[in-house]
């Protein structure tokens, strides 16, 4: 991307993956400005940036659905390209709570791009997931492969690339990245910022994290009957800190003619639960005790990413190993038990 003035608006900049980006997007001479309402991230996690970067973060409290405010900021502000990350994310509770999911994430996206066109601001990087090719596709699965999600959170992802990809046949002005996401997990290296789920995490390595440090007494194993190597679930997990360097490449993708675009980002392997309760174990030096419960509802045996295009086409490649996944999402979890202070 061509720099104008380098402003960029990085909407749920406070969440797990948009924290690690703006710190990424500061040290590469960005200025990031971050939409959020504070509904999944508490304030800490600015004070925590600006220790890493040395840089205050310019945040902007509200939400993505306000288009008054939306105005307001574009107004305001000579914004370059956002980042679009602000949005609702647990599978389980899209099927509970469907509209409030395409609320948050259709309405909210649609919201955004309506002023952002208003204003002549045409690039994106939009946070997708690997969810959208359903639990049929076969594996390594690449950009190409049919899409066909199979809850309320992946229709919602799906409903916003099949958005985005509209727009940018009616106007060949957007610029727009469609990164799909695998299994983020890790953290900064610092340890100062990582993943801080409410409540009982959903995810595994988190959830492997408070059994390590004792919050939980201890793992299930969804599932041990799947065809895989040791019958466990496989996963492509992706270091956060890598994940964050993929959206610094695919803003530099963005210029004249470059439409909307998928890219996967995974590293490429996969690896199963008791896979990651080992790792997770050797770098700990805790016991991560587990027993084998029934298969989750809507889980795919294996899912891992062909990255090959995301390679060739933004130069960007996963560069750290589950060693260093565990390892830094272990130093998070210790320096921070209970997570962000939330005073
Ligand atoms: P997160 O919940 O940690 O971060 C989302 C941030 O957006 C939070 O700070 C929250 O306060 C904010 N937010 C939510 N709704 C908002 C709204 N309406 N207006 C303004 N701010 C709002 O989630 P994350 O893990 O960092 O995920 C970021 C994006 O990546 C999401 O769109 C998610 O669907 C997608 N994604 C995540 C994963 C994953 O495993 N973490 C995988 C694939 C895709
Ligand atoms: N998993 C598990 N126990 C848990 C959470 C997850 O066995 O408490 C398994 C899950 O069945 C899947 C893998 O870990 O095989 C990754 O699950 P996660 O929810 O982290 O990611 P996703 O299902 O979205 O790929």
Request: aromatic share 8%.
């Given at each position: 991307?061509?720099?104008?003035?380098?402003?960029?608006?990085?909407?749920?900049?406070?969440?797990?993956?948009?924290?690690?980006?703006?710190?990424?997007?500061?040290a590469?001479?960005?200025?990031?400005?971050?939409?959020?309402?504070?509904?999944?991230?508490?304030?800490?996690?600015?004070?925590?940036?600006?220790?890493?970067?040395?840089?205050?973060?310019?945040?902007?409290?509200?939400?993505?659905?306000?288009?008054?405010?939306?105005?307001?900021i574009?107004?305001?502000?000579?914004?370059?390209a956002?980042?679009?990350?602000?949005?609702?994310?647990?599978?389980?509770?899209?099927?509970?709570?469907?509209?409030?999911?395409?609320?948050?994430?259709?309405?909210?996206?649609?919201?955004?791009?309506?002023?952002?066109?208003?204003?002549?601001?045409?690039?994106?990087?939009?946070?997708?997931?690997?969810?959208?090719?359903?639990?049929?596709?076969?594996?390594?699965?690449?950009?190409?492969?049919?899409?066909?999600?199979?809850?309320?959170?992946?229709?919602?992802?799906?409903?916003?690339?099949?958005?985005?990809?509209?727009?940018?046949?009616?106007?060949?002005?957007?610029?727009?990245?469609?990164?799909?996401?695998?299994?983020?997990?890790?953290?900064?290296?610092?340890?100062?910022?990582?993943?801080?789920?409410?409540?009982?995490p959903?995810?595994?390595?988190?959830?492997?994290?408070?059994?390590?440090?004792?919050?939980?007494?201890?793992?299930?194993?969804?599932?041990?009957?799947?065809?895989?190597?040791?019958?466990?679930?496989v996963?492509?997990?992706?270091?956060?800190?890598?994940?964050?360097?993929?959206?610094?490449?695919?803003?530099?993708?963005?210029?004249?003619?470059?439409?909307?675009?998928?890219?996967?980002?995974?590293?490429?392997?996969?690896?199963?639960?008791?896979?990651?309760?080992?790792?997770?174990a050797?770098?700990?030096?805790r016991?991560?005790?587990?027993?084998?419960?029934?298969?989750?509802?809507?889980?795919?045996?294996?899912?891992?990413?062909?990255?090959?295009?995301?390679?060739?086409?933004l130069?960007?490649?996963?560069?750290?190993?589950?060693?260093?996944?565990?390892?830094?999402?272990?130093?998070?979890?210790?320096?921070?038990?209970?997570?962000?202070?939330?005073?």
């Open positions: 991307m061509k720099l104008n003035s380098g402003t960029l608006l990085i909407t749920g900049g406070g969440g797990y993956i948009g924290s690690h980006t703006v710190v990424q997007l500061q590469a001479g960005y200025r990031p400005l971050v939409l959020d309402n504070l509904s999944n991230c508490v304030p800490a996690v600015f004070e925590r940036i600006e220790q890493i970067s040395g840089q205050p973060v310019e945040l902007i409290e509200g939400d993505v659905r306000d288009s008054v405010l939306l105005e307001r574009f107004s305001r502000y000579p914004i370059d956002v980042i679009h990350f602000a949005g609702l994310k647990a599978v389980g509770e899209s099927v509970q709570q469907p509209l409030r999911y395409y609320r948050h994430n259709v309405q909210g996206s649609l919201t955004l791009f309506e002023a952002m066109q208003r204003h002549g601001c045409k690039r994106l990087v939009f946070s997708s997931s690997a969810t959208v090719y359903g639990p049929a596709a076969t594996m390594p699965v690449n950009e190409q492969a049919p899409l066909a999600a199979c809850n309320p959170y992946g229709r919602s992802k799906l409903m916003v690339e099949e958005m985005l990809g509209d727009l940018a046949a009616a106007d060949s002005d957007w610029q727009i990245a469609l990164l799909r996401y695998f299994n983020p997990v890790g953290a900064h290296p610092s340890g100062l910022i990582g993943e801080d789920p409410v409540g009982v959903n995810n595994l390595l988190p959830y492997v994290a408070q059994v390590a440090i004792g919050r939980l007494p201890q793992l299930q194993v969804f599932g041990d009957d799947y065809p895989t190597p040791d019958g466990t679930g996963r492509d997990y992706i270091h956060v800190m890598d994940l964050a360097d993929g959206h610094l490449k695919a803003l530099q993708a963005l210029t004249d003619g470059h439409g909307c675009v998928p890219y996967n980002l995974g590293t490429g392997r996969g690896y199963s639960v008791l896979e990651v309760v080992a790792a997770f050797a770098e700990s030096g016991p991560v005790p587990y027993d084998i419960a029934p298969r989750r509802a809507g889980d795919a045996a294996i899912s891992y990413a062909d990255p090959t295009f995301s390679r060739q086409q130069g960007w490649r996963a560069s750290r190993d589950l060693a260093e996944m565990v390892r830094d999402h272990w130093r998070w979890q210790q320096r921070n038990p209970n997570g962000y202070p939330t005073e």
